[in-house]
């Protein structure tokens, strides 16, 4: 790739200087990067919100891509940075689940620890770990050094309980990992997750606050508005939606909240 490619996740928000700051150690490191913004605006510390925005921005860059996530509520000496090297891209954040999703959505290849100090900033933040570790990986990954120099492979590493759905005879239960701006709830259950459901069927939702029957749609506008749907949305994930309305502030829905999808 003639100018490599870096792509930034924060729940930074753009007030303060700190997605600057990511971006300059980024491009010290490699003065021939173009670096993308996918969003410094995930929620606080909410660590699904980030690994799903990532997961469904991801498949759509270039292969050779380096994606870099801070969404850090652990940061700290007990805390891992590390990188995923997948079939089509790396991964570099923190070990806290972040990048799983979107990683397990490619072929993972190897997994290392970030421990190399001389791949660091000379002085590394307690608190700041984004720009002293991550960004600085991320410039020396575009410059072509391979994963393999950044530290110890390892095999096990956080895979948070949101990175999969569990299913059994006529049921799926997942959780809620994002509510986008028009309210649809959308759930870590994956198409594959979903077997023989078919387009058309009626199916029931228990959610927090009771159950809710509806069926399973291609489109939005399948249903009369105000009524409820279910769908697989344009990332591959399974939604709760209300045609023309907010799902999430009918059903009193936020994310992390429990799914169970019920289909007869």
Same mark, same amino acid.
Not at 178 to 200: A, C
């Given at each position: 790739?003639?100018?490599? =490619?870096?792509? =930034? ?49 991801? /498949?759509?860059?270039?292969? @050779? ?6 969404? #850090? /509520? ?20 923190? #070990? ?19 421990? &190399? ?27 072509? =050094? ?41 759930? &870590? ?8 459901? @078919?387009? @058309? ?26 009524? /409820? ?6 990332? @591959?994930? =399974? ?6 309305? &907010? ?7 936020? &994310? ?9």
């Amino acid at each position: 790739m003639d100018h490599p =490619l870096i792509t =930034l996740t924060t729940d930074f928000g753009l007030k303060d200087p700190y997605v600057a700051e990511m971006k300059a150690v980024i491009l010290r490191t490699c003065p021939d990067a173009t670096v993308v913004d996918v969003s410094h605006e995930v929620d606080k510390f909410n660590v699904r919100m980030g690994a799903f925005i990532l997961a469904a921005a991801a /498949p759509y860059f270039p292969v @050779g891509t380096v994606h870099v996530a801070v969404v #850090d /509520p652990g940061v700290g000496p007990e805390r891992r940075g590390i990188c995923i090297e997948t079939d089509r891209a790396c991964y570099v954040g923190p #070990d806290n689940g972040l990048l799983v999703l979107a990683a397990q959505a490619q072929r993972i290849k190897q997994v290392r620890e970030i421990t &190399n100090k001389t791949l660091m900033m000379p002085e590394v933040s307690s608190t700041f770990h984004g720009r002293d570790i991550f960004a600085s990986a991320a410039g020396h990954l575009a410059n072509g =050094l391979p994963p393999s120099s950044f530290g110890p492979e390892i095999v096990k590493f956080v895979v948070p309980k949101f990175a999969g759905a569990v299913s059994w005879k006529g049921a799926i239960a997942g959780e809620v990992i994002h509510v986008d701006d028009f309210g649809n709830i959308i759930t &870590n259950i994956r198409e594959g997750d979903l077997g023989s459901i @078919g387009v @058309g069927r009626s199916v029931k939702a228990r959610l927090k606050k009771g159950e809710v029957k509806m069926r399973f749609c291609k489109a939005y506008g399948e249903v009369e508005a105000g009524k /409820p749907l279910t769908l697989i949305g344009s990332h @591959g994930f =399974l939604e709760i939606s209300i045609n023309q309305g &907010n799902a999430s502030r009918v059903f009193k829905i936020k &994310n992390g909240d429990a799914v169970t999808i019920y289909y007869y």
